[in-house]
C-alpha cells in the first residue's frame, strides 16, 4: 500500500474533521476541568504524539508537557508486557498529571504508566485517550476520564499510529485494517 491521502487506498474509519471536532470537545472539557490549575501531561510515545500536540493546543490551563516511551505492540497485537523505555523527566510529585494516549486495548500499558504516576506523588493522575477500543480481551478494566471514540476490535493506524511495518503515521485519519 502506498501512502496517498485519506481519500484513497485506506479503509477510513475517522476522518480529519472529526478527529479535530472531538479534539476541540476534548480539550474544552480537560479545560473546565482543571480550571486553570497547572497540568502535566505525559504523552505516550510513539503512537500518542500528533494527538498529544493537537490536544495540548486545545487545553486553556497552564501546562508542562513530556514524554514517556513505553512499548506494548509487537506486530498487529499487545505483548502482555508493556515495557518502560524512557521516563518522564520532569518531577511530577504534587503535580496534577494528564496521561495521553492513543489507544485504550488491554489497559496494561495506561495501568503501569498510571502507578508509576501514583507511585512518585503526583497530586492527581487522569487519562486521556482517542480511542476506546472495545475488546473482548480487555485485561484490566482501567478509569479513563476522557477519550475521543469507541471504536470496534479492528486494527487502526494514521494520526500518530502506525500500520504492522510502522508506516502511515502521517496520515490525518484513522484508517483500519478491514477483516
Known amino acids: ?3 496517498t491521502d485519506c ?6 474509519l475517522l476522518s480529519r474533521k472529526k478527529i479535530g471536532e472531538r479534539v476541540a470537545e476534548l480539550g474544552k472539557s480537560i479545560t473546565e476541568h482543571y480550571r486553570e490549575k497547572e497540568i502535566t501531561v505525559l504523552a505516550l510515545t510513539n503512537g500518542a504524539l500528533v494527538f498529544a500536540a493537537d490536544i495540548i493546543r486545545q487545553i486553556k ?7 514517556f516511551t513505553v512499548a ?5 497485537g499487545s505483548s502482555g508486557d508493556p ?5 518522564p523527566g520532569l518531577d511530577i510529585a504534587g503535580r496534577h498529571v494528564l496521561i495521553v494516549d492513543d489507544i ?3 489497559g496494561l500499558t495506561l ?3 498510571k502507578v508509576w504516576a501514583e507511585k512518585r506523588q503526583a497530586a492527581s493522575v487522569s487519562i486521556c485517550v482517542l480511542l476506546d477500543k472495545q475488546v473482548p480481551h480487555r485485561k484490566l478494566d482501567i478509569e479513563v476520564n476522557w477519550y475521543g471514540f469507541r471504536i470496534p476490535d479492528t486494527f487502526v493506524y494514521g494520526y500518530g499510529m502506525d500500520n504492522q511495518n510502522g508506516l502511515f503515521r ?5 484508517a483500519h485494517i478491514a477483516v
Not at 7 to 12: A, D, G, P, T
Not at 72 to 76: K, L, N
Not at 83 to 87: G, K, T
Request: aromatic letters at 6%.
Open 7 to 12: 481519500r484513497k487506498n485506506h479503509n477510513i
Open 83 to 87: 515495557v518502560l523505555r524512557s521516563e
Open 61 to 67: 490551563c497552564p501546562l508542562r508537557l513530556d514524554t
Open 104 to 106: 485504550l486495548d488491554t
Open 111 to 113: 495501568h503501569k504508566v
Open 170 to 174: 502521517n496520515l490525518p485519519c484513522i
Open 72 to 76: 506494548s505492540y509487537t506486530g498487529d
Open 1 to 3: 500500500m502506498k501512502y
